[in-house]
């Protein structure tokens, strides 16, 4: 009776230390590895889940500015996600205090005026 407790006890932990180690497969950081910029908002989404949280949608000059936010509740990790017309323009670790509202820098061109 003692060996059949001890062996379920053994699985027991074999089958948490298992399910606990899984965890960070599949925890938010390395699914944020995988983000490329001017991917659609479904695409992030379709990757990182629909648990977010929608902190605002603006009108810019440039387009509609889009912002969300991915929480891991297990190691306390937190992203910002930001698309412009629905593409994916920036991602950051934390949360904003306060939303910068992007700014378009003209590009020099490289010919001889």
């Known amino acids: 009776m003692k ?7 053994f699985l027991f932990i074999l089958f948490c230390t298992v399910a606990l180690c899984s965890c960070g497969v599949w925890s938010l950081d390395s699914k944020v590895k995988q983000l490329r910029l001017g991917m659609s908002k479904q695409e992030v989404v379709n990757v990182l889940g629909t648990s977010y949280t929608h902190l605002e949608a603006i009108a810019v000059p440039e ?3 889009e912002t969300i936010a991915y929480s891991d509740n297990l190691y306390g990790n937190s992203y910002t996600i930001r698309f412009l017309n629905d593409k ?3 991602w950051f670790a934390g949360t904003p205090n306060r939303t910068p509202v992007p700014v378009v820098v003209p590009v020099p061109h490289s010919g001889h005026n």
Do not use: P, Q, S, T
């Open 63 to 65: 387009g509609d500015l």
């Open 3 to 9: 060996r059949i407790l001890l062996n379920k006890f």
């Open 88 to 90: 994916l323009v920036e």
